[in-house]
């Protein structure tokens, strides 16, 4: 059967506006079309990527796992999903491990345990969950809802209540909003989709403190800053700062999918047995996958190596600016990068990231004035090159048009 883009507009809701080409085929950090045109791929899945396309080891234990078993359900548990939960609690704060299947998912699991857990020690009038303008966490009406984002929480009737949104890297103003009454703030330590936002690492420590406080639960979203993307394994090693949830998804799974909570002993408890659950979490496939994703990420030279990566990038990219004048700010951490656009070209990142598609080079964009890449972890220096190469001249088309 003939499909094409086009195919698209007849049988897909029309929740998306894909780009023009069609992707057929992946390698490393290439990229292959319907029509045989080769593409740098900068965008990585969203930072799903991180191992880059059908790296060798994940293809070779996804047909390996495939030939074993494939799905039990959770009336049974499996080998790849009690090692690598083992395998994240032996590398992070964790003493416990929660699996689903995407990163709303397991946002959705961090926020139903901190309402238990608040109702279980307190008493039912600790339900305040604080989070942050420009947050993301997810599309679940619960996650969308907590996410920071109004547009894409209304409309859709009657919301869940109990949340309030606090601007993003004013501690004063967190201090203000948050009570006994508080029973967790959930944030991202590096805002993705909200613009590749960093924070200051002042802030993220007086978020703990303001938690510790008033014996709310710190829940990170690291669903996009995990699993190495800024140079750590998780992005709150970088600012010393310990959650008493975590939640994980996209490069965990390198393309397939799945989402980890993590949490401590004592939290973990308030999901009793039939509290929560999932039909697929946890699934074989998707952990022995993972299992592998995270055994080649959590080495030190991959961990620097992304440093390194993020050098190369940024020196590049502030030549580009250089000639070009097109960005207020190159911001970011390791494989989570972001370009700013200055007032002149205020609200076009979209127009950047068509024409780099022209150019042959796979990108995204967060918000209206920011482009963004989210690469493999692992992209080639000579692929960052070529794909900046590319880049500058996307950047120059836009200008001279
Ligand atoms: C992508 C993302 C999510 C949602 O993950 P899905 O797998 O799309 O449900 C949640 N939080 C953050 C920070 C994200 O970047």
Not at 124 to 140: A, L, P, V, W, Y
Request: overall charge negative; proline content about 4%.
């Amino acid at each position: 059967m003939q499909v094409t883009r086009s195919t698209f507009d007849d049988v897909m809701v029309p929740n998306y506006n894909p780009a023009k080409m069609v992707p057929v085929r992946g390698e490393g950090s290439r990229v292959w079309d319907q029509e045989g045109n080769e593409y740098i791929d900068f965008a990585g899945g969203i930072a799903v990527n991180a191992l880059g396309h059908c790296h060798p080891e994940l293809v070779k234990v996804l047909q390996e796992q495939g030939n074993k078993l494939w799905h039990l359900s959770n009336v049974f548990t499996n080998e790849p999903a009690l090692r690598l939960a083992k395998k994240l609690c032996d590398s992070t704060f964790a003493d416990k491990v929660y699996f689903a299947n995407s990163g709303a998912e397991v946002n959705e699991a961090a926020l139903k345990l901190a309402r238990r857990f608040a109702l279980e020690h307190y008493g039912e009038s600790k339900d305040q969950i604080i989070s942050f303008e420009k947050g993301f966490h997810g599309r679940t009406f619960f996650t969308v809802t907590v996410g920071g984002q109004p547009a894409y929480s209304e409309g859709f009737g009657p919301k869940p209540g109990g949340i309030d949104h606090c601007e993003f890297n004013n501690l004063e103003k967190l201090a203000q909003m948050m009570s006994e009454r508080t029973c967790a703030v959930m944030m991202e330590p590096l805002q993705g989709e909200g613009g590749i936002i960093v924070p200051d690492p002042e802030f993220v420590k007086g978020v703990r403190e303001l938690c510790n406080k008033h014996n709310a639960l710190l829940i990170l979203d690291e669903v996009q800053s995990g699993v190495g993307r800024t140079g750590y394994l998780f992005a709150y090693m970088g600012v010393d700062v310990t959650p008493d949830i975590l939640t994980a998804a996209k490069s965990l799974g390198g393309g397939f999918p799945i989402g980890a909570m993590l949490t401590t002993d004592i939290v973990a408890k308030s999901l009793k047995p039939g509290t929560h659950g999932s039909t697929y979490g946890g699934n074989p496939l998707a952990c022995a996958v993972a299992e592998r994703v995270l055994d080649i990420i959590n080495q030190p030279e991959i961990l620097t190596g992304v440093l390194k990566k993020e050098a190369l990038y940024r020196e590049a990219l502030q030549k580009i600016n250089d000639k070009y004048h097109v960005f207020s700010e190159i911001r970011g951490k390791g494989m989570l990068l972001g370009c700013a656009l200055n007032e002149k070209y205020a609200g076009r990142a979209r127009d950047f990231m068509v024409a780099a598609n022209e150019q042959n080079l796979m990108c995204l964009i967060a918000g209206m004035n920011v482009i963004r890449f989210a690469p493999s972890l692992v992209i080639p220096d000579e692929d960052i090159i070529e794909g900046l190469a590319r880049f500058e001249k996307a950047v120059a088309s836009v200008v001279a048009a």
